[in-house]
């Protein structure tokens, strides 16, 4: 019959009509910097960042007779004057600044994201803090990123900038606290003129 004609052919026409292609949107290309700013929403920007722990200062056979010279003037004073466990604490700690002191630092990474700052497996919540500073003395060798905690046993935690941005860090930071100027102690200070 005609009609089942033009049905079969209708369907046999259909079967036969390719289904229209999808365009899938090109992927991004991947990030290969290892300094980042970026936003995860609209208002949330993210900065991270490497650096060594800490500044390595090259120290010659004359920084270490000054050194060695001074901590065996004080343990020899707290034998003559019987303070037995003075001469044993600055043993010890003799023998931990020599470890420290032959120890390169290691490469560590930092990143400031909405809810804190996590510097490799510690994170620093925005709540527990005050305010930042950032030390910069290139002739100095001071690049720092200085945070002013609530806490009363850690009031500031000082994180290495290395060769990153601070005017970068500095803009990112200003989304989540306030800039409030800080100083140096005299321990920093102290530990940059004996090379610690």
């Known amino acids: 019959m005609p009609t089942n004609n033009y049905t ?21 290309p991947p990030q290969t910097s290892n300094q980042v700013a970026r ?8 900065f991270s960042w490497e650096a060594p722990e800490y500044e390595f200062i090259e120290k010659d ?5 000054i050194m ?9 004073y707290a034998l003559v004057t019987n303070a037995i466990l003075m001469a044993i ?5 003799g023998v931990l600044g020599y470890i420290f002191a032959e120890r390169e630092p290691r490469t560590i990474k930092m990143e400031i994201d909405p809810d804190g700052i996590a510097v490799e497996k510690y994170f620093y919540e925005y709540d527990d803090l005050k305010s930042f500073w950032i030390f910069y003395e290139v002739e100095e060798g001071i690049k720092v990123l200085s945070l002013h905690s609530k806490k009363t046993f850690l009031p500031h935690i000082h994180i ?12 990112v930071l ?5 800039e409030i100027r ?4 005299i321990i920093d200070r102290l530990s940059r003129v004996i090379g610690l």
């Open 8 to 28: 079969r052919g209708s369907r046999e026409t259909k079967r036969n009509v390719a289904a229209p292609r999808r365009h899938l949107p090109a992927a991004p």
């Open 39 to 46: 936003s995860l929403h609209d208002d949330e920007p993210v």
């Open 61 to 65: 056979s004359r920084w270490y007779w």
């Open 68 to 76: 060695g010279g001074i901590l065996l003037a004080v343990i020899i």
């Open 89 to 93: 604490t600055f043993i010890l700690i």
């Open 160 to 171: 290495p900038i290395g060769s990153a941005n601070p005017i970068q860090i500095r803009e």
């Open 174 to 178: 200003l989304n989540y606290l306030p």
């Open 182 to 185: 800080q100083e140096l102690s």
